[in-house]
């Protein structure tokens, strides 16, 4: 290929350095008689080297992987995480989404300001920047900062709940001193002895395979090669479990379809992507309890005749990488993955990929996009995944939440699972409660459980103060009232009352937050992660922030009236027309808020 490099542009040696050994590090094996897969990472390695992605390292990146330029450029663009304008080797990530901002981002942004200058800038700075971002998934302890320091030996470091004297601080490269707080408060003594994705959060050494081991681990992965590929997925489809990540897809169905596949290889690839606001239940899991995500990836690859898997982790979580990673070279040197999976004759590995800062790569096709080295920008469908996925061959992927339910289903039986929850929602769930709770977390409650005990569990509204209203679902969720506090969750529950659960969110406003700054930031939110591809989604994200903002102003064009019903337009065309679910999601939680809690000028549903 004539690659038309950038004229007069090298790699400085350190710039080379990091992208040879990344290149090594991944073994460079093609795909599909292709480097072009490997894209990301070696962008990512360049950013971390010298803190942007500088037209010397875009070449260097190019020539070993046989990319054009203006390709590898559009892809680098394409990622919040990722630079292509020089940055200081210092930079912060301020969260100031929904959760964050209940919890006192506006502050905090103010400090950095006066401590740091305005956001992005760097000049008469002492080579350190800072930005506002989206979400960073630790919403449970905001506000959150995520700090990266590139150089020879790069560093990330999440703080929260932060200050601005430690970001500082971290930016400087000091070391900062952790608050850690209970992330799963059932796990606290006593721990709740009914929990089952949980039962190991806190008790277990993350980074031992041998303290998961003592505590029960293997023992799925042992008795699905007693039970064989056909034998599992006969237990997985008997537990009834549906999707975790929102779609609620029956998850033997598709274990099913991509075991019979006839096209080779099959790939697997676990979802770790979770991206929205409210959601930290897989970063949770990944951190606390990393070998019991690489057991179920391994026992699915098994069913499903899968050669090798990847784990997509959202870039935001430096931790969670870094325990998945150990876990991974811990199983592979035990001999739990690599061609001979704990001693049988089935080959199965792992790879892990970070993600680049793109809400869109939650959505499955966007994901396999970003994995082969391109923007994330989701496919048509059909084909679906189970049929052409990852490198155009029948892929299965879920999420870490769905895979993590597999041990229990292969140790007490398909059958024994779905006893468990209702008819209509096998199990239990996990729950991310945040905002204006006395004590947010991750909660795990069998399907069935009440809006009101979920609450009840993490101590009601903080300060007995009373609920406005609860997100439901996340950003692309639904907020409810006060009155539907004993709604029942579950996926048939909240369907019929015209809303959803989502990734699990329970986000709670008390009665002194301002919902319509709320309402605004979700529909910036959207507005700034479509990823552009198709004209409902890129138009009408931006159209429903512009209507908002206008009445928000008490400037309609027209009436108030007028501005409500081009609300619902706009949300109708996204709602039917998008390509994906984001812009079939985008105003849900914007139409929620008009219609049922009179926001903006709607009328409120009694």
Same mark, same amino acid.
């Given at each position: 290929?004539?690659?038309?490099?950038?004229?007069?542009?090298?790699?400085?040696?350190?710039e080379?350095t990091?992208?040879?050994?990344?290149?090594?590090?991944?073994g460079?094996v093609p795909?599909n008689g292709?480097?072009?897969?490997l894209?990301l990472p070696l962008?990512q390695a360049?950013?971390?080297?010298?803190?942007w992605?500088?037209?010397?390292?875009?070449?260097?990146?190019c020539?070993?992987?046989?990319?054009?330029? +203006?390709d590898a450029y559009g892809?680098?663009?394409?990622y919040?995480?990722?630079?292509? &304008?020089?940055?200081?080797?210092?930079?912060?990530?301020?969260?100031? #989404?929904?959760?964050c901002r209940?919890?006192?981002?506006e502050a905090?942004c103010?400090?950095l300001?006066?401590t740091l200058?305005?956001?992005?800038e760097?000049?008469g700075?002492s /080579?350190?920047v800072?930005?506002?971002s989206?979400?960073?998934?630790?919403?449970?302890?905001?506000p959150?900062?995520l700090?990266?320091?590139a150089?020879e030996?790069p560093?990330e470091?999440?703080?929260?709940?932060?200050?601005?004297d430690?970001?500082?601080?971290?930016l400087?490269?000091?070391?900062?001193l952790?608050r850690?707080?209970i992330?799963a408060?059932?796990?606290a003594?006593p721990r709740?002895?009914?929990l089952?994705?949980l039962r190991r959060?806190g008790?277990?050494?993350?980074?031992s395979?041998?303290?998961?081991r003592?505590?029960?681990?293997?023992?799925?992965?042992?008795r699905?090669l007693?039970?064989?590929?056909?034998g599992?997925?006969?237990e997985?489809?008997?537990s &009834?479990?549906l999707?975790?990540?929102?779609?609620?897809?029956p998850?033997?169905?598709?274990?099913e +379809?991509?075991?019979?596949?006839?096209a080779?290889?099959?790939?697997?690839?676990?979802n770790?992507?979770e991206?929205?606001?409210?959601t930290? &239940?897989?970063r949770v899991?990944?951190?606390?309890?990393p070998?019991?995500?690489?057991?179920s990836?391994?026992?699915?690859?098994?069913?499903?005749?899968?050669e090798r898997?990847y784990?997509?982790?959202?870039?935001e979580?430096?931790?969670a990488a870094?325990?998945?990673?150990?876990?991974?070279?811990?199983a592979?040197? +035990?001999g739990?993955?690599g061609a001979r999976?704990?001693?049988s004759?089935?080959?199965?590995?792992?790879?892990?990929r970070?993600?680049g800062g793109?809400y869109?790569?939650g959505?499955?096709?966007a994901?396999?996009?970003?994995?082969e080295?391109?923007?994330?920008?989701?496919?048509?469908k059909?084909p679906?995944p189970?049929?052409?996925g990852l490198?155009? &061959?029948?892929?299965?992927?879920n999420?870490?939440?769905?895979?993590v339910?597999?041990?229990?289903?292969?140790?007490?039986?398909?059958?024994?699972?779905a006893r468990?929850?209702?008819?209509?929602?096998?199990?239990?769930?996990?729950?991310?409660?945040s905002g204006c709770?006395t004590?947010?977390?991750l909660?795990?409650?069998p399907?069935?459980?009440?809006?009101?005990?979920?609450l009840d569990?993490a101590g009601?509204?903080?300060?007995g103060r009373?609920?406005?209203a609860?997100?439901?679902g996340g950003?692309?969720g639904?907020f409810?009232?006060?009155?539907?506090?004993?709604?029942?969750?579950?996926?048939e529950?909240t369907?019929?009352?015209g809303a959803a659960l989502?990734?699990?969110?329970v986000m709670v406003f #008390?009665?002194?937050i301002?919902?319509?700054a709320?309402?605004?930031?979700i529909?910036?939110f959207?507005r700034?992660?479509?990823?552009g591809?198709?004209?409902?989604?890129?138009?009408g994200t931006v159209?429903?922030e512009?209507t908002?903002?206008?009445i928000?102003? /008490?400037?309609? +064009?027209?009436?108030s009236?007028?501005?409500?019903?081009l609300?619902?337009?706009?949300?109708?065309?996204?709602?039917d027309?998008?390509?994906c679910?984001?812009?079939?999601?985008a105003?849900?939680a914007v139409?929620s808020a008009?219609?049922?809690?009179g926001?903006?000028?709607?009328e409120?549903?009694?």
């Open positions: 290929m004539d690659l038309h490099p950038i004229p007069g542009a090298a790699a400085t040696a350190g080379r990091a992208i040879r050994r990344a290149l090594e590090d991944s460079a795909i292709s480097l072009r897969h894209l962008l360049a950013q971390m080297r010298a803190g992605i500088s037209p010397g390292a875009l070449n260097e990146i020539a070993c992987l046989d990319v054009a330029p +203006a892809v680098a663009t394409f919040d995480l990722l630079s292509t &304008k020089k940055r200081p080797h210092a930079s912060a990530r301020v969260c100031d #989404d929904i959760a209940v919890a006192g981002a905090l103010a400090d300001t006066r200058g305005p956001e992005g760097t000049e700075r /080579g350190a800072w930005f506002r989206p979400c960073l998934g630790v919403c449970e302890r905001g959150a900062a700090v990266h320091l150089g030996t560093r470091v999440a703080i929260a709940p932060a200050r601005s430690e970001i500082v601080e971290a400087k490269g000091h070391d900062v952790a850690h707080a992330v408060p059932q796990t003594s709740d002895p009914s089952r994705l959060v008790a277990v050494d993350p980074e395979l041998e303290s998961y003592a505590h029960g681990g293997g023992e799925a992965l042992k699905a007693a039970l064989g590929p056909e599992i997925i006969r997985v489809v008997a &009834k479990l999707g975790r990540g929102g779609a609620a897809f998850t033997g169905r598709k274990w +379809a991509v075991a019979k596949a006839g080779r290889p099959h790939y697997l690839v676990c770790a992507d991206s929205e606001p409210g930290f &239940k897989d899991l990944m951190e606390e309890d070998f019991a995500v690489i057991e990836m391994t026992i699915a690859g098994v069913a499903a005749g899968c898997g784990i997509y982790i959202r870039g979580y430096p931790l870094e325990r998945i990673s150990g876990a991974v070279k811990q592979r040197a +035990a739990f993955l999976v704990a001693g004759d089935i080959a199965f590995d792992v790879e892990v970070r993600g793109a869109i790569c959505e499955e096709t994901l396999f996009n970003s994995i080295g391109r923007r994330g920008e989701p496919r048509n059909p679906f189970v049929e052409a490198f155009s &061959k029948p892929t299965l992927i999420n870490v939440e769905t895979f339910n597999v041990l229990d289903i292969v140790l007490l039986g398909g059958d024994a699972f468990v929850g209702t008819a209509g929602s096998s199990g239990t769930k996990l729950f991310c409660l709770v004590r947010p977390g909660y795990e409650v399907f069935g459980a009440t809006l009101r005990a979920v569990l009601g509204v903080s300060g009373s609920i406005r609860i997100l439901l950003a692309a639904t409810v009232g006060p009155s539907e506090l004993d709604l029942p969750l579950t996926f529950g369907r019929g009352a989502g990734s699990g969110v #008390d009665d002194t301002d919902l319509e709320i309402v605004l930031r529909a910036s959207f700034h992660e479509s990823c591809q198709c004209v409902p989604c890129r138009e159209r429903q512009e908002l903002l206008r928000a102003a /008490g400037r309609p +064009a027209g009436s009236r007028d501005e409500i019903v609300l619902g337009d706009i949300a109708m065309a996204m709602r027309a998008s390509i679910g984001l812009g079939q999601t105003a849900h139409q008009v219609s049922k809690m926001l903006f000028g709607g409120a549903r009694r």
